[in-house]
C-alpha cells in the first residue's frame, strides 16, 4: 500500500479550516483502484488459471490430451506476474500516484487521476505478461501449445487484466 502524505499552510489566520473543506471535497470519491482480475471484471476460469500460474502448482499427474498431444498433468512452476509487474513499476506508480495528488490538491478530478492509475497498473502486468516472464516453458508445454511464450496461450488472461475503481460502478 502506497500512503499519500501532505503538508498544509495557512497564509492567514482562519484559512485552515477552509483548506481542510476543499481538500476533503477533492479527496472524495474512489479511494482504491484495483488492478489486476477485480472481482466482478474477470471469468472465474480466468482468475483460476492465473492464480496457478501465479503461485505454481504441484501438478495433477492425471493425464490430458490437448491439440492431439497427451500430457501428464505435470507442475506448474510459480511466475508471479502481477506482484513482478508492481515491483518492477514501483517507482512509475509512485511518481504517478504523487502527480495525482498534486492534481487534486489543486483542484482536478481525482476520479480521472485513479483512472489513469489504474491503466497504468493494467500496462505494467500487461508488459510483463508479454515479456516472457521465466522459468521457460518445458518442451512438452511448448509442444503442447505451439509456442514457447509463457503465461500466454489463447490470450485470455492477457485480456482480462484490467482495473476498477472502487466505489464506483
Not at 1 to 16: A, E, F, H, Q, Y
Not at 42 to 67: C, L, P, Q, W
Request: net charge positive; hydrophobic share 40%.
Amino acid at each position: 500500500m502506497i500512503r499519500v502524505r501532505m503538508n498544509v499552510s495557512t497564509v492567514k489566520k482562519g484559512d485552515l479550516e477552509k483548506k481542510l473543506a476543499e481538500l476533503r471535497t477533492a479527496f472524495s470519491g474512489p479511494k482504491e483502484v484495483k488492478v489486476g482480475l477485480p472481482v466482478g471484471k474477470a471469468d472465474a476460469n480466468v482468475i483460476e488459471y492465473a492464480f496457478f500460474n501465479h503461485f505454481g502448482t504441484k501438478g495433477s499427474g492425471k493425464g490430458f490430451v490437448r491439440n492431439g498431444i497427451g500430457g501428464f498433468g505435470g507442475p506448474i512452476p510459480a511466475r508471479p506476474f502481477i506482484k513482478a509487474a508492481m515491483f518492477e513499476g514501483q517507482g512509475e506508480v509512485k511518481a504517478a500516484m504523487q502527480s495525482v495528488a498534486k492534481i487534486t490538491i489543486n483542484g482536478g478530478d481525482l476520479q480521472a487521476g485513479m483512472m489513469k492509475l489504474g491503466l497504468l497498473g493494467q500496462n505494467l502486468i500487461q508488459d510483463k505478461i508479454k515479456s516472457g516472464m521465466a522459468p521457460a516453458n518445458s518442451p512438452l508445454t511448448i509442444k503442447i501449445k505451439g509456442s514457447s511464450g509463457t503465461l500466454r496461450d489463447e490470450g485470455r488472461l492477457f485480456g482480462s487484466i484490467t482495473w476498477k475503481l472502487d466505489g464506483v460502478t
